[in-house]
Each structure stands twice: as C-alpha cells, then as structure tokens.
C-alpha cells in the first residue's frame, strides 16, 4: 500500500532518474562548528534529546535553540542529560526521577568527559 | 626601477592563483554601498544562517561514508621515478598525500613533489582540450586524422614516425613502445629528461660495459661520503636514503653509536649542511680530489699526494678503510662520469658492493644514452626524415640544450602531437595538443629507485577528458584503444608470474607495491680503471654549474604555487631563481645580494639577481633550471629567469669560462629568513657526541630554566591526554616536505611574492637555517618551529575576546569564528609562528582548487590569526574513534602532517601523560630542551639537541 502512496512519490521519482532528493536541513550548525554525530550516540544522548519528538512531528521543525549556549548546557554537565546505551533510539523515553544519581552513574561507567574546550566543535 | 630586458616583470603582476585582493578604495566602495542595506537587514531581525540542503546518494559508492575519508595507494611519479603513497580522499576527491609505511621507496614519509602532487592534479591551468593548430577538437577527431595516417604509415613500415618520451620506468608503456616500434619497424623511441641520470649511466658503461641501476644502503653504513651528491634531499632515493642515514645517527641514552658524513661539494646543499666534515671545492677540483683520494686508498691510507689537502685526504682514507664493506661512497648525478667510475672502483675496492653500495639492473624499460638520441632526433627532424612526431609528456622546446635548437627541428615536422598535462612552451609549437592524466587520475605502474614495481590506481575520474601514454601508444596498435586500466592488466596478466593474479592484483593495489618486485643485486666485475689524466690546465676563470631547482626540478612544477611559495632548502628564497655566488667571490666582483648581473657561457648571456650563499665553493657561478617560463600557467610565467639558453648539450652540468658583470640596479628577491645568527642565544643546540659522552647533562646546563613557580598563573592539569611533541635536531635534513605537508593537510593559503616580500609569510611551520660557523665554513642547523603550545602562552592572555584558549589535553587552540584581528597574539609570540590573513589570501572562487581542500578544516578568510594547531582536527577525529571502540588513543595512533611526512622521523607526537610513549620518552633524554627556556613558557613542544661525530683525526672542519 505504502509502495505507491503519492506521498511517495518523490522517492520513486528519485530513485526512476537517479536525482537526489533535495532534503531542506532542519537541525543545521553552522560551518565553523565541527559536529560528530556517532560519539553523541555512543554516549548515551538519546535522539529526543536534542531532535525534540520527532516521531510526533508532521512536519519536521526545530525543537531545540541549537545555539551553542544550549549546546554548553549539557556539554558541562552531561549527567542530566545522559541516559542508558540502550535506550538511545527509544525516541518516547522520557528521563526517571532519579537522573541525577542515575546520570552520574552512567558518566562514570561511559567515561563521558565535560568537554567544553574550544577546539572540541571549532577546528 | 626600470627595467629595459623584459625577462623581468613587475611585482605587482606576480600573484598567487586568483585570489581577489582588497585594495582600500574597493573596500571604502564596498561599505558605502552596503551601508545602506545593513541598515535595513538590521531591522528585519536577526538573521538565519543560509539554507543548506542535504543530497543523500541515490545509488551510493561501496564503503563511502560521508564525513569518512577512504585511502588507496599508488605512487607518485617525478621525472618517470615512483615512490609509494597513500591517498586521503573525501567523497572521490583526493585531498592529501601520506607515505607508504610499506613501501621501500618511501618508508612511510614523502618528499615534497608527493605532497605537492595533489596541487597538480587541480591546477586550473592544466590543459582541459584537444586542440589542432589552436582550435578546439575532441579526442574523436583525433582518433579519426590518426586512422586517417595510419595506412600510409604501415605501408611504410612506420618510416617518418619518432616517438620523443622521458626516462620511462612503467613496465607496461615500455611494453606498449615496444610494441609499437615492432609493429612499425622503421619507427623510433628517442627519450630525453633534462635533468636525469644521465652521467651515472655513461659513467657505469665505462666502469662495467653496462649501464646499471646503484642504489644505496645506507643503514648499513658507518662512514658516507658524499662527492657532490645532494642524497638527503635530492633524487629519487632521497626519502629512503634520508630515513636510513638518520637512523644511524640517533643518540639515545647511553647509545652513542653514530655514523659519519663528508660531504664534498661545490653547491652548499641540504645534505653539506648536515656534515660531519665538509670541502668546498670548485666543479674540477672534486674530480682531482676523487683521484688523490682513490690514490689513498689503494695505498692503505697514506695520501701520495701533497698540498693543502693531503691531511683531509689521509684521514678520510684511513676512516673508510676502517670500515671496510660499512662504508659508502656516493656521486652526485651532476658531477663528471670520472668522479663516478672512481667512486665505483673505491666501493668495490672498499668492499662496499653488495653490502651498502647495491647494482642492479637498470629501472628503465629501454636505458640508454637519452643526450645521444635527443641529438638523433633533431637530426632527423632537421633532415626532414620526421613526419609525425609523438611527444609523450615533457617539453623538449623549453629544456632541450640550447645548442640542438629544438624549436627549430620542430618546425620541419608537419604532424607534431604533443600529451601533456599543460600546454606548454612545446605544445605552441606542436599541432596537436592532448590533455594528460594526471598521474591521480590515471592507470599505470611505475618503478622506483631499487626497481619496486607499484601499480598506479586512479583517485577520481579524470577531470578533463585527458589521455594517457598507454592510451596514445594503443591508437597506434588498435583501431579503438583499449582502456588503460584493460592495458596494464593486460600487461601483468602476462608478466605477474602469479597463479592466482586476481589475488595478486587486489593484493598489488591494496598494498600500493608488488611485493618482490625490487630488482634483484648484481655481482658485477672489477669496475675498469680510468686512465690517469694529463695534468689540468688551470681553471678558467668562472665555474658555471646548473642545478635542477629543488622543487621546480627542470621546470615541470613552474607552475604548482605550492612549490614556487616553499623556501628553497638554506637559501630560504621564493618564487625566484638567482645568481649563486660565494661570498668571496661576490666581494672580489664587488656584488652584493639582489644586484642585478648579466652571465655570459659561450657566448649567450642571460639576466638574473645576485644571491650569495655561504658555503659555496669560490669561483663557481651556480643556478636553478625550470625558471623564466612564458607558457608555464599563471601561477609560473615570469617568475625567474630562464637558463637554458645558457646549456649546451656537451655541458650539461658544467661548464668553465663564464663571466658575470653587474648591469646596475636591482631585483627584489623574497627570503624567509635573512638573519644566520643566533645572536649568543642558546637556539639550535649542536656538540660533538663527544660532550654528551664526557657530560650527558650539558644541554640543561646551558640554559636558565626558571622554575616552575616562577610564573602568575596556577598550572594547568591534565587529567587525559596532554597533547605533546618532540624535534630531533639531528634528524632534521632541511627538506622541508613537513612545511608543504602542512599546508596540504591545513589549507594554507599561497600569498604570493608580494605579499612574501613584506613578510607575510602563511606557511605554519618554518625551518629555521642558522649558521654557527663562518661564511666560508659554515655550520649549518636547521630547525623545524611550529608552535610550541606553551603552558603559560604569552599569545592566550592578551587576546581581547578569548579567541585563542588552552584546551584541557594540552593544546593551545585557535578558534577563528571568535578572532577579530587586533593581532597582539602574534606581537606577544615569543617565537613568531602565528600568521594573519592580512588579506583574503584563500581562492575562494576557483573550483578545482577547493576540490583540494581539507572539509575537516576550517578555510579562513581574512582579518583571522592562524597558527599550528598540532593538526587538532586529526586529534579530535582519532579521540572520536577511540570513544566509539571503548578504548583509548595508542601511541603512532595520531600522526601530524608533519610527522607523517618526515623522512628521517624527526617529528614525534603523541600523549605525555603515558610515560612508555615514544614522545614521553623522547623528553625523558638528556638532549631534551625547550626554545627560548628563559622565557617560561613551558612549550610542550621541546626539541633533542644535535649531536655531530667528527673525525679526532680532522681538528678543523675544512682547511
């Protein structure tokens, strides 16, 4: 059914010419910020973190100011923010009254460093 | 200044690319304009950042991962020699150029025509169209006037078809020539390089009948002497030699075992300055030095000779003859066939062959005299016997030896074509002109210096539509040439002596050598003797020697502005050749450095700029090919002056009986460095191994350390890493493939010659020449200085916004974004390593060049300070993969640009905080000091003092 959905389109379209889609970047840094995806996920930054409910989105907005003070929030303290390696992609998680102590926790045993060194985003 | 022989042009029109340079009124203009509009943009709120999109592959290429490089190996071919390098590349585009950890050519490192590769490859200038006669073709059209002459010439048996090629090293387009002139018997290959071999391969036909390929080990030696070979830096060896030699010569602990270099020679080179002994002797007087000193050795020591010299010949005998079958004794390329048939019989005499002096089988596909079949060649063509001409690569037009009249013998042949990367001085002559694949781009295989084969793969499609030899040679043999990738398989399927050749090829690939393909060693007989000579008359008045410029070579790289921007080794100059003289000689002809001067060698005269080079021997007139170019590409016309109207094919290296005399006024030149002298400060530390013997602790002794309390700040602590790197002094050859490996890794903009005329200089890491000895006896150091990431930086607490920071691992960051130019960080810097972008000095418009660039670094524009960041994005991307594996950063793991490039090791880098790491031990020594230490700053990066093993038996350095 979904295989030939007209919202779909697009997609066959892309796929019949060969043409890339063009996707409008929502959460966008800018260029003199170097971000590495992967060690955030490895980490334990769960996706809703930072992308808001973006199951929960019709249209994909930013939720989140991505401003690089609301980066630093969390960078000096990741224990807040922090959850189990396993739970990363459970985009409904929400956080358990015990973050604290289980933040701390999973710092210690993650090895997660407050890096908030300049030349950790801006080479 | 005026100047009334237009090989000079003025400064204003020598530039770097295109880059757009902002002139005062443009920017008064430009905010006038825009004022306005700023101050409506203001009020419509803040704004955005532009709109980016992201384009996912439909199909995507196997294994690439955007944001990941891939690497393959292959090899970078200079003057038909290869050497071993792997390849970064970001999304298809190849970026930056390492060495080959496996590869014996290479040993992990690079020379600087490896990294300056890359620049070749996106060279806007490169010739991007067939064209006939000036206009505009196609490949097709091509093929179909070829198809069309073809008939005639098999008829014919190929008579009135030559073939001009360089030094070809590629078993599979010897094979394709070799084809050819058997498919067309009356057909000729004539090669020609001007600036190879040519006298080793005379010089091993007189000693063995032969011509041979000599290579050297030189971890095997204990004693080298060097008759006017640059090994260190120059040749196709260079990398190996400079990697061996150094390993020889570390000190480490209680190891003081260290070899010893004499080095004798006109020209004061990279590989001189590095001497334990070292004699300054004009051209003929090596020759005669050569036979007193082969007189020595057959008599056991003793000199036969008397005169000034007898006591240095003796005691350099006697300390090869010490070590017997541990020494070696190497020619340089540019001296006499003499000089190499002696040194031939010393090594053998010495028993040095087999052992550090290794003969094998030529690395060509067809050896031979190239000066005797250029000469065969302009016979012909002079005759009228030629009727089409293939020129593959090259340009004959330009540096063919003046007397032979090239250009001439061209007009006679009605159907030239000419391959080449650029349409050059030969390709305005020639009536074809076809784009050549660039060796990145291309399928092949080359040889390098001991015969190791590697097959080249391409990095990227080719950018314009160019052929390649194979392809050209293949129009000849086929009615539709083959693929090159299908000829060089074709080649090895039938050659490779592998039962399983798939796995041989990927194997060959993967690797980027074929493994056990380096030529096999000779035993050959005695070399023949040389007759005594009848005594020379005397010397006639000027010397005058020819060199291949250090980066430009015989003027294929004019116009890669990497190398035109590099400081030449010693000399430190820039986007210019000079007038070599010594300082003698240039006081005796009463000229002074930059003094405008017209040379005369047999009757032709040229116009260059006087530049005095300590060291150099007296009398002797030196200077640099490859310059003066018209056609070479916007980046090399003009820069220079050309001196090949001055050789002649009998001379091609020397001749005597030169004059110079001043023409009045001057020509800027534009140095790096124009101050020797170290002023009585304590910088490049360099002792006899015989100090550190008698005092291990003599080096801190020297300097005044303050403590480490002595400053107004807290220490800083370093809980993981500390960022940290050591520079072996001794090590260090002047090569200066660690500046260029920076710039390709960082991208660092080329400023041009005016801009470097007013010291504004981008290279991050420079390499300081100091001369500790006298004009005529110099000691030369050399010292490689990034920056020293202090501790306590006197550049982080005076910036007024916080844009430079000390990280918590060690590094003194540099955030561009955040810095607004007051530029009092680089007037606080003790050691002067931060460069501003004075102006917009980055291309920001061309698009090959910024298929060049390195996305994991920011490209700066102007108004920013930059600096060393000890490859910081190389840092972060390791940490980022240590994290993703739960692990840690090992030792080697990271290598900065520099490092990964040194030939000799010099350069090590890691953590400091493990004390079994390389570069935490490496501090632990003796040597270890700091620059400036009085000023503490506490650098973490720190340097081993140089250590020298003279002679005992030699007191003075030269006489």
């Not at chain 1, 590495?36 to 989105?57: A, L, T």
């Not at chain 2, 030899?469 to 083959?482: G, K, Q, W, Y």
């Amino acid at each position: 059914m979904w295989a030939v959905a007209p919202a779909l389109e697009p997609v066959r379209e892309s796929y019949r010419s060969g043409k890339s889609i063009q996707w409008t970047r929502v959460y966008d840094l800018p260029q003199f910020v170097y971000f590495d995806h992967s060690v955030h996920i490895h980490q334990g930054i769960g996706c809703n973190s930072c992308h808001g409910r973006i199951d929960k989105m019709a249209l994909t907005y930013q939720a989140v100011p991505l401003t690089m003070e609301w980066c630093l929030d969390c960078h000096r303290d990741p224990a807040k923010n922090v959850r189990p390696r396993d739970k990363v992609f459970d985009i409904a998680y929400q956080q358990p009254p015990n973050q604290a102590a289980l933040g701390a926790r999973l710092v210690k045993e993650y090895g997660i460093r407050s890096l908030t060194n300049c030349s950790t985003c801006h080479r | 200044m005026k100047h009334t022989d237009d090989s000079f042009v003025p400064l204003a029109s020598l530039t770097a690319g295109t880059a757009e340079k902002q002139t005062e009124a443009t920017r008064r203009r430009f905010l006038e304009v825009m004022g306005a509009s700023i101050a409506m943009t203001a009020m419509a709120g803040c704004t955005r950042q532009p709109t980016e999109f992201i384009l996912p592959y439909v199909t995507p290429p196997e294994g690439a991962i955007p944001g990941r490089p891939s690497y393959y190996a292959t090899a970078s071919v200079v003057n038909g020699y290869a050497q071993g390098i792997v390849v970064e590349s970001h999304l298809g585009r190849p970026t930056k150029v390492e060495g080959n950890p496996q590869h014996p050519a290479s040993m992990g490192a690079t020379a600087v025509h490896g990294q300056s590769c890359v620049l070749d490859l996106y060279d806007p200038d490169r010739a991007k169209q067939v064209t006939e006669n000036d206009e505009s073709r196609d490949w097709e059209s091509f093929q179909l006037a070829l198809t069309q002459a073809l008939p005639a010439l098999r008829t014919s048996g190929g008579a009135g078809l030559s073939i001009l090629t360089e030094t070809v090293t590629s078993p599979s387009v010897g094979a394709q020539l070799k084809a050819v002139t058997a498919a067309y018997p009356n057909a000729h290959w004539y090669q020609f390089d001007p600036a190879g071999p040519h006298t080793a391969r005379d010089a091993a036909r007189i000693a063995f009948g032969r011509i041979v390929n000599t290579y050297y080990r030189l971890d095997r030696a204990d004693v080298v002497l060097s008759l006017d070979s640059d090994f260190l830096t120059t040749g196709a060896g260079s990398t190996r030699y400079a990697h061996d030699f150094a390993s020889r010569r570390q000190v480490r602990g209680s190891h003081v075992d260290m070899n010893r270099l004499y080095v004798v020679e006109s020209e004061m080179t990279p590989t001189g300055g590095k001497a334990d002994h070292r004699l300054a002797l004009r051209y003929a007087d090596i020759e005669a030095f050569a036979r007193q000193l082969s007189k020595a050795v057959a008599s056991g020591g003793k000199s036969v000779e008397t005169g000034p010299r007898a006591w240095w010949i003796s005691a350099l005998a006697q300390d090869l003859l010490a070590h017997r079958g541990a020494c070696a004794i190497i020619p340089g390329d540019h001296q006499s066939p003499t000089v190499h048939v002696l040194a031939h019989a010393m090594n053998a005499a010495l028993g040095n062959a087999g052992s550090t002096v290794i003969y094998t089988d030529p690395i060509e596909a067809a050896p031979g005299d190239q000066l005797t079949s250029l000469r065969e060649l302009v016979a012909e063509m002079s005759a009228g016997h030629v009727q089409m001409l293939l020129i593959l690569g090259g340009n004959p037009v330009y540096s063919a030896p003046a007397d032979l009249s090239f250009h001439t013998a061209l007009s006679k042949v009605p159907n030239s074509i000419h391959l080449s990367l650029h349409a050059n001085e030969t390709s305005a002559l020639t009536r074809w002109i076809i784009p050549q694949k660039h060796f990145l781009e291309d399928w092949g295989d080359a040889r390098s210096f001991d015969g190791t084969v590697t097959i080249l793969q391409p990095l990227l499609q080719p950018l314009y539509n160019g052929r390649s030899s194979l392809e050209m040679l293949d129009a000849f043999l086929f009615p539709v040439p083959r693929p090159p990738y299908d000829i060089v398989r074709a080649y090895w399927t039938a050659n490779s002596k592998a039962a399983d050749f798939e796995g041989w090829w990927r194997s060959a690939l993967q690797s980027g050598l074929v493994v056990g393909s380096a030529l096999p060693p000779l035993t050959l007989a005695a070399p023949r003797a040389i007759p005594d000579s009848t005594t020379d008359g005397p010397p006639s008045h000027l010397d005058l020697l020819f060199r291949p410029d250090p980066y430009i070579l015989d003027g294929r790289y004019a116009n890669n502005a990497w190398l035109q921007e590099l400081p030449k080794p010693l000399t430190k100059l820039t986007w210019d050749n000079a007038v070599h003289l010594s300082p003698k000689t240039a006081q005796r002809l009463g000229l002074e450095n930059e003094h405008l001067v017209e040379l005369t060698s047999r009757g032709q005269s040229v116009r260059g700029p006087v530049w005095i080079s300590d060291g150099q021997a007296d009398d002797t007139v030196i200077v640099h090919l490859g310059y003066g170019r018209r056609n070479a590409g916007k980046v090399g016309n003009n820069a220079g002056f050309n001196v090949y109207p001055l050789r002649s094919s009998d001379a091609l290296w020397a001749t005597g009986g030169a004059q110079v005399r001043a023409i009045g006024g001057k020509y800027r030149l534009a140095t790096t460095q124009t101050d020797y002298r170290m002023e009585g400060r304590e910088l490049a530390i360099c002792e006899p191994v015989a100090t550190y013997v008698q005092d291990p602790d003599f080096v801190k002794k020297r300097l005044e350390i303050p403590e480490r309390t002595e400053t107004l700040y807290p220490p800083w602590k370093y809980p993981g890493y500390s960022w940290g790197m050591s520079i072996d002094l001794t090590a260090c050859v002047d090569c200066m493939a660690c500046v260029i490996a920076c710039q390709a890794e960082n991208n660092i903009p080329v400023v041009g010659k005016e801009e470097q005329l007013v010291n504004r200089e981008m290279h991050w890491l420079r390499v300081d020449v100091y001369n500790h000895g006298s004009a005529e006896a110099p000691e030369m150091r050399y010292q490689p200085v990034p920056c020293m990431h202090c501790e306590d930086a006197p550049c982080e607490y005076v910036c007024p916004v916080a844009a430079t920071t000390h990280s918590s691992d060690g590094l003194n960051e540099m955030t561009y974004n955040r810095c607004i130019g007051t530029r009092y960080c680089s007037n606080n810097c003790p050691y002067k390593v931060r460069r501003f972008n004075f102006l917009l000095y980055n291309d920001w418009i061309t698009d090959q060049l910024k298929m060049q660039r390195n996305p994991d670094v920011t490209v700066r524009s102007r108004g920013v300070m930059e600096k060393c960041t000890y490859c910081v994005q190389r840092i972060r991307e390791a940490e980022i993969r240590s994290i993703d594996e739960n692990r840690s950063i090992r030792d080697g793991e990271i290598l900065t640009a520099c490092q990964q490039v040194c030939p000799t090791r010099a350069i090590v880098f890691g953590d400091l905080n493990q004390p079994a790491n390389r570069v935490a031990r490496l501090k632990a020594e003796k040597l270890d000091y700091p620059l400036l230490a009085e000023l503490n700053t506490r650098p973490h990066t720190t340097y081993l003092a140089e250590l020298r093993n003279p002679n005992p038996a030699l007191k003075e350095r030269t006489d």
